[in-house]
């Protein structure tokens, strides 16, 4: 059974929280192709399935970003 609450997935969730809170905005394009963006992904990922098999589908996630990728609605499953 995942351990969906243990400290490897709250250790996770903090990085993407200061990704999003101080990096984000620095970027010069701020759009994300997807819906819900990648980092919201990863937590929504990360919350449902825990730290190794959430970060697995935000690695998954991340390499669909590119620009022959259409994007759209691709919530986490």
Partial sequence: MTRRNGKGRKILIAIIRFYQKYL??????????????????????LKRYGALKGSWLAVKRLLKCHPFHPGGYDPVK
């Fill in 24 to 45: 984000s905005p620095l970027k010069a394009q701020r759009s994300c192709r997807f819906y819900p963006t990648c980092s919201q992904y990863a937590i929504d990922a």
